[in-house]
């Protein structure tokens, strides 16, 4: 049975990893998961295993990325390598990192090529929470661990699926690079209701949202009379009232954050 | 014998029995006089995807009711893509379920008369998905490739192996996904495997023996023309991809044989193949007979985007500037849609279907004017790495004079070059480019939360002859879908959303959906039994029919 689900598992990574087509979102979460979980034995620019250079396509087995995501998921008996607990779809997002990360010809400046994006957060963690709790305010917005609203982000995994330098941004401008996951719309049905939330999903003739009162809406287009992104965040910026170590504490609290199962 | 003699008078005297007359080459080159059949990848050797039957007609294709569903997973197999386009020949339907389990069913009902599961070797590998695009029919032969580069021959009937020959290296990437295209006494197959470093090409088979007949390098070593278009002294040519990934077409009267060509390879870094790299992002026309060729067009030289020619050549005449000429329409991965002279390879014409920006259009000589290369910084390039199109079926439809086009509007990548190098067996494709459309994953498919500025999809239509956009029908989605065009002018196809659906074919408009739960990666077809029509779609890890209401 075991041996079934690992089969269907490493299926649906096949169709995951069978295209060309890794997001730039693919790439950077894979990122995160290669330094927190593979840069320990293999070197944060893939090369410290002899006879390996992952960034450079060289490895001993894996022929290409189905090889490589079935590895990473069950490992390599009798060798070094663990099997991991990684789903299928954060595998393929480390392979999307090692094939996005080949060094850039003759340009040593691909920040990936160089050891990885990731920069450590300066500040403590539990004053971060503190201020996550208190002067931030940012518990009535977002959720963590089952705990909090739905509408914005739920920041669970915070920390392993962002960099702290990208955490820091948002804080400053929250408007700067909004995840296509994280985009609201109002839609304005031909009766003139109006109907906020965050996107879900789409297709030609409906739309899925979550609206302002925690609601699964699913519109069709056919009765809408307008359906609009909206182009600012609701998040406020914390440039003016948070102080340069409040803003450190409270990204190291946020990279803190590794998910239900870190 | 007076056993056989009684079953022969018990089958003849049953009403559902129908006539199952060996497919002679006869029936391929015909294949408009039985539009009831579907006997070719494409509905016929001109590669239209253009049925001649007109139950469904704009006006009752509302009525259209699913009449079987058949699960494509097979046996034992991880879910996968279902791109094949089934066949069907005197009331049976015979298609493939990832990747290689050849079935035989009955068309009204989808009741399985026997499968067929090759062994397949554990070193196979593929680019794209264990896949398979369909089979070939001859006489009471079926023909299919197999991921692990054998071409096998197998009784229609018994759904037994005839013969089974090692076309190709699996160990080296070498993989069989395509439908096999008969022409005369010949089996005519070629690999995919530009990823891994192959050298493609196009080879005939013996229909009755296996025997290889001819085999074209669709990259020329050295002596070979067209070998100056790679790099002198360098092996770069021996790992050239130029892979085949769709059937081609054939004109009897001119007696050709056509073919798309990959990418080379590396994909991604051009700097060990200085040239044009023949014949790479190309259509080749070759005498079926001896393999020679006849002439190529290049539709990308030096391709840096990834942008194959792995279109089907759809072959149509039409009056061009004042005389009837035979022309080839092609709407290609770059971005631009051609027409050419199929008797020559001139270039007619060539224009943008979607935004561009890699080419300034392309020259009076057929050459794009390009503007842009992939750069160690990365460089900003519309269409995406999928294309502007990819593999998904077009439709041209004699009756409006539409070539109907499957479209990703607006979609970009950047290319940022890395270092490659040739291990046999691996990837050689250098650094991934990077792009908004997530990679089409099976099952119900990923969330779509982009805005149109990311990319969206669409059918398009276009007056082959004047080259005027007559229509679109936009979708929030890119489709992976095929389209068929009817001579009733209905136009069928699907995309990502999981949505089957028919437009009309004049004004695009929406005439009917259905909701098949997968994404559709497919080529509609269309085919009749008893007199009723039925219109077939691979979605998901299903095949979908549909007829109208009774």
């Known amino acids: ?262 | 014998m007076r056993l056989r003699a009684t079953l022969l008078l018990v089958m003849t005297a049953g009403a559902a029995v129908r006539a199952q007359q060996p497919v002679t080459f006869d029936r391929l080159l015909h294949a408009d006089r039985e539009p009831q059949n579907w006997l070719t990848y494409s509905g016929g050797l001109f590669s239209l995807r253009h049925t001649l039957l007109t139950q469904i007609t704009p006006a009752n294709v509302r009525n259209l009711e699913l009449q079987w569903v058949f699960q494509t997973r097979g046996p034992a197999e991880p879910v996968e893509k279902s791109e094949a386009t089934p066949l069907v020949v005197d009331g049976v339907m015979y298609t493939v379920l990832s990747p290689n389990h050849v079935v035989a069913l009955d068309a009204v009902t989808g009741r399985m008369f026997w499968m067929f599961s090759p062994r397949l070797s554990p070193l196979a590998r593929v680019c794209c998905g264990r896949v398979n695009r369909g089979l070939a029919i001859l006489g009471e032969n079926l023909y299919m490739g197999t991921i692990d580069g054998h071409l096998i021959a197998i009784d229609a009937k018994a759904g037994k192996p005839v013969w089974d020959v090692a076309v190709s290296k699996p160990e080296l990437g070498y993989s069989l996904t395509v439908a096999p295209i008969i022409v005369k006494d010949k089996v005519i197959i070629g690999p995919a495997g530009g990823e891994y470093g192959i050298r493609g090409f196009i080879a005939a088979f013996d229909a009755k023996t296996g025997r290889e007949a001819w085999r074209f390098n669709t990259v020329p070593g050295p002596g070979e023309k067209g070998h100056d278009s790679w790099p002198a002294g360098s092996d770069a040519w021996e790992h050239g991809g130029g892979s085949i990934w769709v059937t081609g077409s054939y004109d009897p009267d001119l007696n050709l044989l056509y073919f798309g060509t990959g990418n080379p390879g590396p994909d991604w870094n051009a700097d060990p193949r200085p040239g044009a790299n023949l014949y790479s992002d190309s259509v080749v026309a070759l005498n079926p007979d001896t393999g020679e060729l006849k002439w190529h067009y290049q539709f990308t030289p030096h391709d840096e985007f990834d942008y194959d020619s792995t279109q089907v050549p759809v072959l149509t005449d039409m009056e061009w500037q004042g005389r009837q000429r035979k022309v080839m329409l092609w709407a290609n991965r770059n971005g631009f849609w051609y027409v050419l002279d199929r008797a020559t390879g001139e270039f007619l014409r060539g224009a943008p279907f979607v935004r561009v920006n890699w080419a300034e259009g392309i020259d009076e000589k057929g050459v794009p004017k390009r503007v842009l290369n992939a750069t160690p910084e990365g460089t900003l390039v519309y269409p995406n790495n999928q294309g502007a199109t990819n593999w998904y079926s077009p439709s041209f439809s004699p009756r409006t004079g539409m070539f109907y086009i499957p479209s990703w509007m607006d979609t970009y990548s950047t290319y940022t070059k890395g270092d490659v190098e040739y291990k046999a067996g691996n990837q050689f494709v250098g650094r991934f480019p990077t792009m908004t459309v997530p990679a089409l994953r099976t099952g119900p498919g990923a969330v779509n939360t982009r805005t149109p500025q990311e990319g969206w999809g669409a059918i398009q239509a276009f007056d082959a002859r004047t080259g005027e956009l007559k229509w679109q029908f936009k979708m929030a989605d890119v489709t992976d879908s095929g389209v068929l065009s009817t001579a009733s002018d209905v136009v069928f196809a699907g995309g990502r959303e999981g949505y089957f659906f028919a437009l009309n074919g004049r004004t695009g408009e929406l005439l009917w959906k259905g909701n098949v739960g997968g994404q559709v990666s497919a080529g509609p077809m269309s085919y009749a039994v008893n007199g009723r029509q039925y219109v077939a779609i691979n979605a998901g890890s299903a095949l979908f029919v549909y007829a109208l209401r009774q």
Do not use: W
């Open chain 1, 1 to 262: 049975m075991t041996r079934v689900i690992a089969l269907v598992v490493l299926a649906a990574a096949v169709a995951a990893a069978q295209e060309h087509s890794y997001t730039q979102a693919d790439i950077e979460n894979g990122a995160r998961l290669y330094q927190s979980s593979c840069a320990g034995c293999h070197g944060p620019d893939g090369e410290m295993v002899p006879g390996i250079e992952l960034k450079r396509g060289q490895f001993r087995r894996a022929t290409g990325d189905v090889d490589l995501i079935q590895i990473i998921q069950s490992g390599i008996a009798g060798t070094t390598m663990p099997p991991s607990s990684f789903t299928e779809t954060q595998a393929g997002t480390i392979v999307a990192y090692l094939r996005s990360a080949a060094p850039a010809s003759g340009d040593p400046s691909n920040p990936f090529a160089r050891g990885g994006p990731v920069t450590i957060a300066r500040g403590n963690p539990s004053r971060g929470q503190a201020l996550y709790d208190g002067k931030g305010d940012c518990a009535r917005c977002h959720r963590v661990n089952g705990s909090g609203p739905r509408m914005a982000p739920d920041l669970t995994e915070i920390g392993t699926i962002r960099p702290a330098r990208e955490l820091q941004q948002k804080l400053v401008d929250p408007n700067a690079n909004i995840r296509p996951g994280n985009r609201y719309v109002e839609a304005v049905t031909r009766r003139g209701d109006r109907i906020a939330g965050r996107l879900l999903n789409q297709d030609t003739f409906t739309v899925q949202l979550l609206d302002g009162s925690e609601r699964l809406v699913s519109l069709s287009r056919a009765d809408l009379r307008d359906f609009t992104y909206l182009k600012t965040s609701p998040m406020p910026s914390y440039r003016d009232k948070l102080t340069q170590v409040e803003l450190d504490d409270l990204v190291a609290y946020l990279v803190s954050l590794k998910g239900l199962r870190p």
